[in-house]
Structures are given as C-alpha cells and as structure tokens.
C-alpha cells in the first residue's frame, strides 16, 4: 500500500536558519503531494501542494518540488522565524479502489525555532 | 458551515462506556476522512467515505470502533465498550472529491477514557 516516511523529529534550530525537512514516499501511480502544517493550539491546514512531477509547491517562504525519480517530496525554507515553529506532515493522496481517493500521512516533525 | 466541525470538543468518559463523535463536513465536498493523533504517534487514518459509502476502513483498529455517513453529509464515529487506549484527539477532513484538492480539517474531539 501507499506509504510516507518523513524524517523524525524534534528538530531545533536558531532564528534565520536554512530548514529541510525530508520527505520520501511509496505509492503505485502518480499520487499528488501534500505538506500540511500544524500551529500549536491549532488545528492541521495546508501549506503547500503539488500535484505531478516536477512541480514546485510553495507557501510563507516554504517550497517542495515533487522528485519522481525520488519519489521524494522535501521541505525547504531558507530563513525559517519563531512563527514557523509547528508540527509539519507530509502526505499523498492516490487513487484507492475505482476513483475513490485516500490521504497517507507521515508521522509528522516537530519543528522548533528559537529566538 | 464555513469550516469542518466536530463534536463535542472534549470528552471524557469512562472505561467500558460507549461514545458518540460527530464531524460535520464543509458542504458539497464528497470526500470525509477520520484520523486519531495520539501523543507522539502523528496521524493514524481511520476510515475514508466517499459520499455515503466506505471504500476504505482499513484502519479501524478493531470491531469496537464503527462510522457512518448519511445524506452525503454528517459522520459518525463510534467507539464500544471504550477502553484508555483509546484516548486521543480524533480528526475529522473533508475535501471536495479527493485526489488533488486540499482536505480541510476540523479541530477534533479530545476523546479521555478514565
């Protein structure tokens, strides 16, 4: 079945530093990519999506280009801010049985930024 | 409504009771997703509806748990005979039809089993 691995968190980082945060997936066909974004307190919203390969998606200075050759999907931000501290998941979604859709998530990556 | 809403926010019940959680979804949109995020365990899909019907229920975790969606609209998840691993918060996404479209969360239910 379909599957995401992102990388474990917690991750720590200081103020205006470049963040990645990796994403890999499995899935049989040509599944669209999600980064989904959890503030504390706050319920889960998207951030950015990309549909087909090659595409970039990108949100709030955060970017990630759909790699089929890598299946992969990581997350970039050049100068992340205090604000930016959150849980981030990663997810597809893919034809499962017919035209019925289902959304794999990843484990989610607490990320947190200090002043 | 304008958002995905569930209810209650919050419940705390005791062992062996049976619970009730309601997730009304954003209008029109077809596709309804429950979740359970666990403390450290990140986002464990439960079951997806497409309209009324149940394509996926792969990740009920046993036969105590049970959902339903009627009209296209409102779903229900139910938990028999609760026990205190069943203590999570549960989420509820709808999106318009899957596939692409972004799916759009509610706060979730705070579900405590003493």
């Known amino acids: 079945g379909n599957s995401v691995t992102q990388m474990e968190g917690p991750v720590t980082l200081s103020e205006e530093a470049f963040l990645t945060i990796n994403c890999t997936y499995t899935?049989?066909?040509?599944?669209?990519l999600f980064w989904y974004v959890q503030y504390p307190g706050e319920g889960l919203q998207l951030l950015l999506k990309a549909t087909k390969a090659d595409d970039k998606g990108s949100n709030k200075g955060f970017e990630a280009t759909y790699r089929k050759e890598t299946t992969s999907f990581h997350l970039e931000k050049g100068s992340v801010q205090v604000s930016d501290s959150a849980v981030y998941f990663c997810?597809?979604?893919?034809?499962?049985?017919?035209?019925?859709?289902?959304?794999?998530f990843g484990k989610g990556t607490l990320l947190t930024v200090n002043p | 409504g304008a958002g995905v809403s569930q209810s209650p926010s919050n419940k705390v019940t005791e062992k062996g009771k049976d619970v009730e959680l309601r997730c009304d979804p954003i209008s029109g949109h077809t596709a309804l997703y429950w979740y359970r995020q666990s403390l450290g365990q990140g986002l464990e899909f439960l079951i997806y509806f497409q309209g009324n019907s149940a394509p996926d229920k792969s990740g009920l975790p046993s036969d105590r748990f049970s959902a339903e969606r009627t009209g296209g609209s409102v779903s229900t998840l139910t938990i028999q005979r609760t026990q205190q691993e069943d203590s999570a918060v549960y989420l509820c996404a709808s999106s318009l039809e899957g596939g692409g479209t972004e799916a759009f969360f509610g706060q979730g239910t705070r579900l405590t089993v003493v």
């Open positions: 997810a597809l979604s893919e034809i499962s049985g017919g035209s019925n859709y289902k959304l794999t």
């Open positions: 899935a049989t066909g040509y599944p669209s």
